[in-house]
């Protein structure tokens, strides 16, 4: 029941922000929250996360807290900004790494790579859940930003003449 909470409170912040009309990304994110409504181990088995002993596994644990997401963060969260975004609440996690304007390395969109190592995480945790054989790539963070820069490379520019 609480997945289904956290899930339709996502979108809801992503409606009630007027973040669906400020970008593309916000696709990934509705669908990431249509999976987390859909798609869990709640109700099927233990709700404890596979890597932290005794933490109850939330989205927000899945998403930032967990032990192994917490060491995917700290490779692509500059120095400056790791006390915001491990510290903060739910709800306002998710709308200031939406609406950021922050650019990493190669003025790559901070909110890009927020909302890929997202979908990467989910991916992988279910992944893990679902399939005995799959073992998460050793450079997590190297993986992320090869997608992220492939995303780049798609994006369609506006000044590209049809």
């Known amino acids: 029941m609480m997945l289904k909470i956290l899930g339709a409170a996502i979108c809801s912040i992503l409606v009630s922000n007027n973040i669906s009309s400020m970008f593309q990304i916000d696709k990934r994110a509705i669908k990431a929250a249509v999976a987390l409504r859909i798609c869990s181990r709640w109700g099927h088995g233990d709700p404890y996360c596979d890597h932290c002993v005794g933490i109850q596994e939330t989205m927000l644990h899945v998403m930032r807290d967990c032990s192994g997401a917490y060491d995917i963060w700290k490779h692509l ?51 893990l859940t679902f399939d005995a054989n799959f073992v998460i790539p050793l450079h997590t963070h190297t993986e992320i930003m090869k997608y992220v820069g492939y995303y780049y490379k798609a994006k369609p520019t506006s000044d590209v003449a049809l």
Not at 83 to 96: A, G, K, N, P, R
């Open 77 to 127: 969260v500059p120095l400056r900004g790791r006390l915001e975004l491990f510290t903060c609440y739910y709800h306002d996690w998710v709308v200031s790494n939406l609406k950021a304007t922050v650019t990493v390395a190669d003025s790559v969109e901070w909110k890009v790579v927020w909302a890929t190592t997202c979908d990467y995480l989910w991916r992988w945790r279910n992944t």
